[in-house]
């Protein structure tokens, strides 16, 4: 009975195996009555009973398409989408490796000339020089948040540390709806906002505040990554909060609450401990309220990090340290020319190490010994603040005010005592 049952299993291992084929889709995408090629129409595949994406791609300048992938369905729903034309469907059945389609004409969409908004269902669009995906398109877990999202889109990679780069290239640059949100810090972007409250991600070439107003080319070096918040979505209030206590009075406990209403936005953040820990990671805080200009990081003997950005200072010293910060964020857009936005941080710390050390020395007619204590007390405070003021005289000139404000002070306690007999 148990032979038989493993045979079974084995068969059925091998049929799941042998359904998941691979399969090669060719076309060419063509306009209806003069029959000019479609370059750059969108052609995708979705599976019938869920509507999840198989694959995309884009036509070629000849209007020519190639689709490859593996699938255990029978058959898949091809799209094609083009701007100003009607979406074309059609049910593909997978009964072969290689399949050839008949040549698909686009008819032109008559109503899309009277709508105000349209709408597409497309996984991903090109738009100019914009690369737009659908988020409706792609499936995660239920509670994911954008970099889960992000992880999901072809071409798009997200490493452990938060940074995303696009077909090999880095994102420098994170906006929501257009606007800076926490200094465009990939971290605390992604790792807050979730999927459920973004409509579009759409990637372009970075650009300057200068090269954005005059409509010049930005960097095709380093994209930029734009989260468009669902209408309904464009206010509310959300955050994460973390905390834990252990033996020996140790604790530890982290905060952020953002709040949106369209244009403004407030986030406030805190944290401490006394476990040698930072309370957020490196490259949160270098990235957060803007600075990272420059920055040094080192670590030390017992878990004690260390960092300074921009003149501040993070952890240090040795021993049990307790550290602390508290910041704040606001942006806001005054009537029709006028666009604030403001920061303030405060990082503190201080450590008590207290050591002691004995010593034999033995000489050729002679040994002695020595002991010795030392007590050493460091405390850092460190203050930052940033104002921006973005006033748009008119299409041609524009005035930026940016000042800001860094006070640090420290302070070095040691106490030696030892002796010798």
Do not use: W
């Amino acid at each position: 009975m148990k032979y038989f049952l493993s045979i079974v299993l084995l068969a059925c291992a091998l049929s799941a195996i042998a359904q998941n084929k691979e399969f090669k889709i060719s076309g060419s995408v063509h306009t209806d009555g003069d029959k000019l090629p479609l370059e750059s129409a969108t052609v995708y595949l979705e599976r019938i009973k869920d509507s999840s994406l198989v694959s995309y791609t884009i036509s070629d300048k000849d209007g020519k398409f190639t689709l490859e992938d593996k699938t255990s369905d029978e058959s898949l729903k091809l799209y094609i989408s083009y701007v100003g034309y009607k979406t074309y469907s059609q049910t593909v059945k997978i009964d072969k490796e290689e399949i050839i389609v008949e040549p698909i004409d686009l008819l032109v969409d008559d109503n899309a000339l009277d709508e105000v908004l349209i709408k597409s269902r497309a996984p991903i669009t090109i738009k100019t020089d914009t690369l737009e995906f659908n988020v409706k398109s792609f499936k995660t877990k239920k509670d994911a948040n954008v970099e889960d999202l992000l992880k999901q889109l072809p071409g798009v990679e997200v490493d452990d540390a938060g940074k995303i780069t696009v077909n090999g290239k880095d994102v420098n640059k994170v906006l929501v709806n257009g606007k800076p949100f926490f200094g465009d810090d990939p971290t605390i972007t992604t790792r807050n906002l979730t999927k459920e409250l973004i409509e579009k991600v759409q990637i372009t070439d970075t650009k300057t505040k200068a090269e954005a107003f005059t409509g010049e080319k930005g960097d095709n070096e380093n994209k930029t990554i734009n989260l468009t918040i669902k209408e309904e979505n464009n206010k509310g209030v959300f955050g994460r909060v973390a905390a834990g206590a252990g033996t020996d009075d140790r604790y530890e406990f982290a905060g952020m609450l953002n709040v949106f209403d369209n244009d403004q936005r407030i986030s406030v953040l805190a944290g401490g401990n006394n476990t040698n820990s930072t309370g957020f990671s490196f490259g949160e805080i270098q990235k957060m309220f803007g600075g990272g200009n420059y920055s040094r990081f080192s670590r030390g003997g017992g878990g004690n990090d260390s960092f300074s950005i921009g003149g501040r200072s993070f952890g240090g010293g040795q021993g049990i340290t307790t550290s602390k910060n508290v910041g704040a964020n606001y942006a806001d857009k005054i009537g029709k020319k006028v666009e604030v936005s403001a920061d303030y941080f405060y990082s503190g710390s201080n450590s008590d190490n207290t050591s002691s050390s004995q010593r034999e020395n033995i000489l050729p007619d002679s040994r002695f010994f020595s002991d010795s204590n030392t007590n050493t007390y460091n405390e850092s405070d460190n203050h930052s603040a940033n104002l921006e003021f973005e006033i748009e005289v008119d299409s041609t000139l524009r005035i930026d005010i940016e000042p800001s404000f860094r006070k640090s002070m420290s302070k070095n306690t040691y106490f030696p005592n030892g002796y010798i007999f």
